[in-house]
Every structure is written in structure tokens, then in C-alpha cells.
């Protein structure tokens, strides 16, 4: 999402015409739900995807000729042959998808796309607000503020909420608000051949990386190009570290050694972190896991540990057992569980 943002930035600043397209609403079998998005301009859809297939196909015509016209709209698709926008798809499911035109230059849009940049370089939530019938485009963070479009205090209430996606209807127009993006961050402890095969997969699928290593050479930021940030610390004491993990945050261990391991699993066990995965044999991680018992860990903070990490997917390489990793962990995003 934050590669999306950034090139809609460098089109418009560049003064270009570009059409953001996102999907509002989404109902039974559809190629992707509500939050997806892609960026058309005339040459055509250069970033983001809303699931590939008849449906992207159409909005990327429909995007095009509204890029002739100069203006807005939503499309409702119906899947399912012979009934409204057919496409001739029988997933049986519905889904609206608001395409906003944005004129070269506009200057709401930039503010926008450089406030979205700004939070995700501070690491904050971002709410992205559309009014589907008035035009209006805002962005709204708590500690920030709104910035963009004025909105109808309703609307800003609203993002107050747990939803993370919705419609709310203010002032006589509907407005569409999503969060683009989330707080959470990975800590990743160990910068071996795994931990480099696993962040360009997290990256690429929109979680935030930070490498954490005791050995210089594994800390360096040219091994993973792909990664927020890299720290060099003391194993044996992070305390400095787990005071900054929060309930949005996930850990990946999978440090050169048990020790370590269970080390960093030790403080990260005393923070509030969503999903905690750790490397290694099932006979090491009963015996750890006694260990941490004994240590005062309670039993019922194990629930959202993986320990081997990763789903069973019978890979054994270090890009294999990347990719169980990120599936797992998306899963967990997803709100999923953690699977097996």
C-alpha cells in the first residue's frame, strides 16, 4: 500500500491524471474484497491490483474513459451472468468499486499522499476517507489530524471505532473510510540465511520489517534492502526493545543459537505482541517451553505462539520456509489464528 501511495504522489507532482480505483463494498465470492485498490493512468493500471480478472479487466476500461471525462463514479458489479455490469462470472458475489479521478496537481490529493507517506515513515495508522458522491478525499490519524477534505465530525467519530473498513452515511452523503495503514511492525531477531529470504517476502505483502542482530555483519542494512530498519543489540538484555512492543507488533526468532532463542522469546513473551513465532525442532520447543513455565510465563500466553514457526508446508529451504512463515503470519492479519 505504501509503494501504491507513493507512486500516486510521483504522477500527480509529475502532473499527471490518474484515477484511483478501490473496492467499497464486497459480498459472497469476489477476487478481492473491500480495501483493494489499483492506480490507472493513460498508460493504463501501473500499480496495485483488485484481484486480476474480468473485474479488473472492465475497471481498467471504465478507469480509461473516465480519464477522457474528467470525472468520478462507482460501479456496482454484479457476478453472475445476465444481471447488472455481467461479466459473465458466476462467483455469485456482489462488489462496488469507487473510481476517483484526480486531476495533475491537485493539491487535496498531495496533501494527502504526503501525509500518508509521513505516517508510515513514523510508523502510525492512516485512515484513507473517499466520499463516494461528493468528491471529497481526506486522511485522518488521531495524533495528526484530519488533512485534505473537511469532514462531518460523524465521520472522523467513526474512525474512533475497532472497524477497519466501512460505509457511514453524514451530511446527507456516504462516505467510505479505510485504514491503509496499521501500526504494527515485525521484529525480527537473527539476520541468517532465513531471516534474508523472509523480509523481502513481508515486505512485498505489506508488513514492516526490523532486523535485530548482535553480529555487525548481520546487521548490515545491504542485506536486507527490503527492511524499515536494522538494530544492533545486546541478546542477553532487551528490556529497551520489549517496552516498545505493542499488541499490533509480531515477532519472528530465529537466532545462530537455542540460547538466544530463548532469550528473545523470554522478553517477548512479557510483551503484548499479536503473534510470536520461533525456529526450530518440536523436541527443542518442549523443552523451551518448560523453560519459559518455570520462568513465570503463563500458560495461556502460548496461544499465540508458533513454535516451529510457520505453516506445515513440508519446505526445508530458507525461501520455502519463508514463504510458510509470511502465510502464516498473514493468516494472523487476517484475523485467522495462527493455523498449523
Same mark, same amino acid.
Not at 531477531?189 to 515486505?203: I, K
Not at 542477553?236 to 537455542?258: E, K, N, Q, W
Not at 513465570?296 to 510458510?324: H, K, N, Y
Given at each position: 500500500?505504501? @509503494?501504491?501511495? @507513493?507512486?500516486?504522489?510521483?504522477?500527480?507532482?509529475?502532473?499527471?491524471?490518474?484515477?484511483?480505483?478501490?473496492?467499497?463494498?464486497?459480498?459472497?465470492?469476489?477476487?478481492? $474484497?473491500?480495501?483493494?485498490?489499483?492506480?490507472?493512468?493513460?498508460?493504463?493500471?501501473?500499480?496495485?491490483?483488485?484481484?486480476?480478472?474480468?473485474?479488473?479487466?472492465?475497471?481498467?476500461?471504465?478507469? !480509461?474513459?473516465? &480519464?477522457?471525462?474528467?470525472?468520478?463514479?462507482?460501479?456496482?458489479?454484479?457476478?453472475?451472468?445476465?444481471?447488472? !455490469?455481467?461479466?459473465?462470472?458466476?462467483?455469485?458475489?456482489?462488489?462496488?468499486?469507487?473510481?476517483?479521478?484526480?486531476? $495533475?496537481?491537485?493539491? #487535496?490529493?498531495?496533501?494527502?499522499?504526503?501525509?500518508? %507517506?509521513?505516517?508510515?515513515?513514523?510508523?502510525?495508522? /492512516? =485512515?484513507?476517507?473517499?466520499?463516494?458522491?461528493? %468528491?471529497?478525499?481526506?486522511? =485522518?490519524?488521531?495524533?495528526?489530524? &484530519? /488533512?485534505?477534505?473537511?469532514?462531518?465530525?460523524?465521520?472522523?467519530?467513526?474512525?474512533?471505532?475497532?472497524?477497519?473498513?466501512?460505509?457511514? *452515511?453524514?451530511?446527507?452523503?456516504?462516505?467510505?473510510?479505510?485504514?491503509?495503514?496499521?501500526?504494527?511492525?515485525?521484529?525480527?531477531?537473527?539476520?541468517?540465511?532465513?531471516?534474508?529470504?523472509?523480509?523481502?517476502?513481508?515486505?512485498?505483502?505489506?508488513?514492516? /520489517?526490523?532486523? /535485530?542482530?548482535?553480529?555487525?555483519?548481520?546487521?548490515?542494512?545491504?542485506?536486507?534492502?527490503?527492511?524499515?530498519?536494522?538494530?544492533?543489540?545486546?541478546?542477553?538484555?532487551?528490556?529497551?526493545?520489549?517496552?516498545?512492543? $505493542?499488541?499490533?507488533?509480531?515477532?519472528?526468532?530465529?537466532? +545462530?543459537?537455542?540460547?538466544?532463542?530463548?532469550?528473545?522469546?523470554?522478553?517477548?513473551?512479557?510483551?503484548?505482541?499479536?503473534?510470536?513465532?520461533?525456529? $526450530?525442532?518440536?523436541?527443542?520447543?518442549?523443552?523451551?517451553?518448560?523453560?519459559?513455565?518455570?520462568? %513465570?510465563?503463563?500458560?495461556?500466553?502460548? *496461544? +499465540?505462539?508458533?513454535?516451529?514457526?510457520?505453516?506445515?508446508?513440508?519446505?526445508? #529451504?530458507?525461501?520455502?520456509?519463508?514463504?510458510?512463515?509470511?502465510?502464516?503470519?498473514?493468516?494472523?492479519? !487476517?484475523?485467522?489464528?495462527?493455523?498449523?
Amino acid at each position: 500500500m505504501r @509503494k501504491l501511495f @507513493k507512486t500516486l504522489d510521483e504522477v500527480l507532482r509529475a502532473g499527471g491524471d490518474a484515477v484511483l480505483v478501490s473496492v467499497v463494498a464486497g459480498h459472497g465470492a469476489t477476487p478481492r $474484497g473491500t480495501g483493494a485498490r489499483m492506480i490507472v493512468t493513460k498508460d493504463g493500471r501501473i500499480a496495485g491490483t483488485i484481484g486480476g480478472g474480468a473485474v479488473e479487466y472492465r475497471s481498467e476500461q471504465i478507469a !480509461a474513459e473516465l &480519464l477522457e471525462k474528467r470525472t468520478s463514479l462507482t460501479e456496482k458489479f454484479r457476478l453472475r451472468p445476465n444481471d447488472i !455490469a455481467d461479466l459473465g462470472m458466476i462467483c455469485g458475489g456482489d462488489v462496488d468499486v469507487h473510481f476517483r479521478f484526480i486531476p $495533475g496537481g491537485d493539491e #487535496t490529493a498531495l496533501r494527502v499522499t504526503e501525509r500518508i %507517506g509521513k505516517l508510515y515513515r513514523r510508523g502510525e495508522p /492512516c =485512515w484513507l476517507v473517499l466520499g463516494l458522491e461528493n %468528491g471529497k478525499l481526506a486522511a =485522518w490519524n488521531e495524533g495528526a489530524g &484530519l /488533512c485534505g477534505a473537511e469532514l462531518p465530525e460523524e465521520v472522523v467519530a467513526a474512525m474512533s471505532g475497532g472497524e477497519t473498513a466501512f460505509q457511514v *452515511s453524514a451530511g446527507g452523503s456516504v462516505y467510505y473510510c479505510e485504514r491503509v495503514l496499521n501500526p504494527g511492525r515485525v521484529y525480527i531477531f537473527g539476520g541468517g540465511h532465513v531471516a534474508q529470504a523472509l523480509v523481502p517476502v513481508l515486505a512485498h505483502v505489506g508488513f514492516r /520489517c526490523v532486523v /535485530c542482530e548482535d553480529r555487525p555483519d548481520f546487521a548490515a542494512k545491504e542485506l536486507f534492502p527490503d527492511a524499515e530498519e536494522t538494530r544492533l543489540l545486546d541478546m542477553t538484555d532487551l528490556s529497551a526493545l520489549a517496552a516498545g512492543v $505493542g499488541p499490533d507488533d509480531y515477532v519472528v526468532i530465529m537466532t +545462530r543459537g537455542h540460547q538466544k532463542d530463548y532469550e528473545a522469546q523470554l522478553a517477548m513473551m512479557k510483551t503484548p505482541a499479536r503473534y510470536i513465532g520461533v525456529i $526450530g525442532s518440536r523436541n527443542k520447543h518442549k523443552q523451551v517451553r518448560q523453560r519459559l513455565l518455570e520462568a %513465570g510465563i503463563p500458560e495461556e500466553a502460548f *496461544s +499465540r505462539v508458533s513454535a516451529p514457526i510457520g505453516l506445515d508446508i513440508g519446505g526445508e #529451504t530458507p525461501e520455502e520456509i519463508a514463504v510458510s512463515v509470511a502465510a502464516q503470519m498473514i493468516m494472523v492479519r !487476517a484475523g485467522k489464528g495462527i493455523g498449523r
